[in-house]
């Protein structure tokens, strides 16, 4: 037990969630600073997170899941969630520790990339193709999870279209046909994306979901954690992390890295050409979900995800991501 003798708010920021910054004096060891997540005070978030039960996923995984991820993270102090009656997390605020959370305007290096890239290669060899992706940790890809997924490819036509209208600065005029035709098949994308090796994986590497530290990288935000194949997280943090001119000088180095760091973490067999294929493929949903982002609006500031579309459409119109599927 510790006793309180004072309390303040830091910070409020609105997205997804609520996210508060708040500074408790106590006698306990526990942090001072304190990032407590809570139901978003914009009804558009509440109803966008409500069904795919994404701060709920988040609770979850760093209730039954993170002690099991080699992966930094932060600290989750307090988590609860009650059906219909919301959700509280509370996590060590890491600026305490003197960590810089990154912000979704960041730009990598290739040199941070090519850590980051390692950090994912950690992550996702701690439970490649493991058998308790269908066991004890088969909510992973359960039923909300599918739920999300049908939700996307019911909304995925009227939401591309409302985006590119919204983005025509920044898309290639060329690519609007074939991202119009792969957000009508959009079921049959996302079979092609699931059916590499299954692993863990975050699913949503921009740079906003990163930290960094003496230790180095660390992942944020876990709302959208699932099975997968990983070089998917790859090529979201590539498309959306890099300047186009960073990308196209490093990305295969960077896919190849990806791969002798899986190897390394004892997951061997990791062809090089196989890889960057699925990667090629992997880079048109970073596309589609910063599109996304902006015909929703109020997520998160436009002139930033127009940056992070203008990245992503140059990466999927540079590699033909599009011509993957084969329709």
């Not at 609520?18 to 558009?44: C, M, Q, T």
């Not at 979850?60 to 080699?70: D, I, K, S, T, W």
């Not at 983005?167 to 049959?188: D, I, K, M, N, S």
């Not at 997951?267 to 890889?275: A, I, K, N, S």
């Amino acid at each position: 037990m510790a006793r309180v003798s004072g309390a303040r708010v830091l910070d409020v920021d609105v997205g997804t969630t609520s996210r508060v910054r708040f500074e408790v004096d106590h006698d306990g060891s526990a942090p001072r600073r304190w990032f407590i997540k809570l139901p978003s005070k914009s009804f558009k978030a509440r109803a966008i997170t409500a069904l795919p039960r994404l701060p709920q996923t988040e609770i979850r995984f760093y209730l039954e899941l993170a002690q099991h991820v080699p992966t930094r993270r932060p600290r989750a102090l307090a988590a609860v969630a009650a059906f219909g009656r919301g959700y509280t997390l509370v996590l060590e605020d890491l600026t305490e520790r003197g960590i810089r959370p990154g912000t979704p305007s960041d730009t990598l290096s290739f040199e941070q990339a090519s850590q980051v890239c390692a950090t994912l290669a950690e992550l996702h060899a701690s439970h490649w193709e493991s058998p308790r992706l269908k066991g004890d940790l088969a909510w992973l890809a359960g039923p909300v999870r599918r739920l999300e997924d049908g939700l996307g490819s019911a909304l995925a036509v009227p939401l591309m279209r409302r985006g590119l209208d919204r983005a025509t600065a920044v898309v290639p005029r060329e690519l609007r046909r074939p991202a119009l035709r792969y957000a009508q098949r959009r079921r049959q994308a996302m079979r092609f994306l699931a059916a590499g090796p299954r692993t863990l994986i975050h699913h949503d590497c921009h740079p906003g979901n990163l930290y960094w530290g003496p230790g180095g990288p660390g992942l944020l935000d876990w709302q959208l954690v699932r099975s997968g194949e990983g070089i998917g997280d790859v090529a979201y943090l590539l498309a959306t992390a890099l300047s186009p001119e960073v990308r196209r000088d490093h990305e295969r180095a960077l896919v190849a890295g990806y791969g002798q760091a899986l190897e390394a973490a004892g997951v061997p067999g990791q062809d090089f050409e196989r890889l960057w294929s699925r990667y090629r493929a992997h880079l048109t949903y970073a596309f589609e979900a910063m599109v996304v982002t902006l015909a929703v609006g109020g997520l998160m500031d436009e002139e930033i995800v127009s940056e992070l579309i203008r990245r992503s459409a140059l990466a999927v119109a540079e590699q033909e991501s599009f011509s993957a599927f084969g329709f």
